[in-house]
């Protein structure tokens, strides 16, 4: 940082108190439009924190003032800088009533099934990450594709009218899923194609740093969608063996948090797929576990697990765990046509081939 830099942050640090009141966040939505607004924020710490990947008043709100370390700022200053950014995006964390206000600008995304947005409450919800996992072919990516599709319809038809963000590690994305999905739901495939961002991650390392830097694209396309489809598949391949599984975890836990903020500071529903693995259970056989443990259980809000019935389109798909919803579990279908319902009658013809 050259003097006049310094100079010039000192000099707006000084000037201009952090500000948190109530009655002045209106104001300061409109005065901090870019992280350079910010008071505290000159050229040079702007530069740094963008080489973080705080490119946005957004994420710089959800920080924390440890993580603004490597910027070189005392940490009072980081905090005035994360206070302010706070109040410029209408949020606080400091009171409980913020925090309910936050809950009820909580939006909810349909999966395309009417019977699984019912066991999630009405579809999945912005700001939390659901978590899908099951085996391979039970309908993961079908989910993610369909979920890209349906988050650009308005409000009315279970969207959000917004875009999505696709991190592909599997090179499992495919267009003419999305062309056959948004053909069905009477939208213009080339226009649904356009407001999909698709960023394919080659190692972990790189899928994290996709996301670290992800803030300015999730606002410029009005992203209300950010999938990371597999969670896990890097992560499991690179850190090998017993005496990597802290490096693992440390990473993965880190990757959740950043993936949380994104969805909390830009009101988005976070999804990711995660595959499983059979772990040898003394009492009761093999039980089926997700991958990742405790890290992944405990930072992904919703889970559920997807399940293919013996033959055909059919899955079953399970609420596990949510913070405030009791377990279900309904049946769905992968069709050419998507994520679909399964009507009374195909249950009914079900039913009674089964009992045959
Ligand atoms: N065009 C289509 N029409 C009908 N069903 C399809 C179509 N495309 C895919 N499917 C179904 O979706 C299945 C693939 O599901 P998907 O790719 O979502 O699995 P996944 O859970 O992501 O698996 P993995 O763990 O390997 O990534 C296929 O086996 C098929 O049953
Ligand atoms: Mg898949």
């Keep these: 940082m050259n003097e006049e830099d310094a100079e010039n942050e000192k000099e707006q640090e000084e000037e201009q108190e952090p500000v948190t009141a109530q009655s002045e966040m209106e104001l300061n939505k ?3 439009q870019f992280i350079e607004d910010l008071p505290g924020v000159g050229p040079a710490t702007a530069l740094k924190l963008k080489e973080l990947g705080y490119h946005t008043v957004e ?3 959800m920080a924390t003032s440890r993580e603004l370390d490597p910027v070189g700022v005392s940490e009072k200053k980081a905090f005035q800088i994360i206070e302010a950014a706070r109040s410029a ?5 400091i009171r409980a009533d913020e925090l309910f206000k936050m809950r009820k600008n909580v939006l909810r995304l349909s999966t395309g099934s009417k019977a699984l947005d019912k066991v999630v409450d009405g579809g999945l919800e912005t700001q939390t ?3 899908f996992y099951g085996e391979y072919g039970s309908g993961k990516s079908q989910m993610c594709h369909q979920l890209c599709v349906n988050v650009q319809l308005p409000p009315e038809r279970g969207g959000l009218n917004g875009g999505a963000l696709y991190v592909d590690t599997e ?4 267009l003419e899923r999305i062309v056959q999905m948004s053909k069905f739901l009477d939208l213009d495939p080339e226009t649904v194609v356009k407001n999909i961002i698709y960023a394919e991650a080659y190692t972990s390392d790189h899928q994290m740093f996709l996301l670290e830097n992800a803030d300015e694209i999730i606002k410029k396309n009005n992203i209300k969608l950010i999938i990371v489809d597999s969670l896990t598949a890097h992560f499991r391949s690179e ?3 017993r005496e990597m599984l802290a490096t693992r975890q440390q990473k993965l836990n880190k990757h959740m948090h950043k993936l949380i903020a994104l969805a909390r500071a830009f009101n988005a529903v976070a999804v990711v797929t995660n595959q499983v693995m059979a772990k040898p259970d003394q009492f009761f056989g093999d039980a089926i576990h997700p991958i990742g443990g405790n890290i992944v259980g405990h930072t992904s ?3 559920i697990y997807l399940r293919k019935a013996p ?9 596990v765990s949510s913070p405030y919803l009791p377990e279900g579990e309904e049946i769905l279908k992968v069709t050419e046509n998507g994520i679909e319902d399964v009507s009374e009658e195909e249950k009914a013809e079900k039913a009674s081939k089964s009992r045959r």
């Excluded at 090179?171 to 495919?174: A, E, L």
């Design 30 to 32: 409109q005065k901090y």
């Design 59 to 61: 994420s710089l709100a």
């Design 89 to 93: 995006i209408g949020i606080s964390f």
């Design 129 to 131: 990450i659901t978590e």
């Design 171 to 174: 090179n499992t994305f495919r």
């Design 239 to 241: 850190y090998l063996g």
């Design 301 to 303: 809000h919703t889970r």
């Design 311 to 319: 033959h055909g389109p059919i899955r079953i798909a399970r609420l």
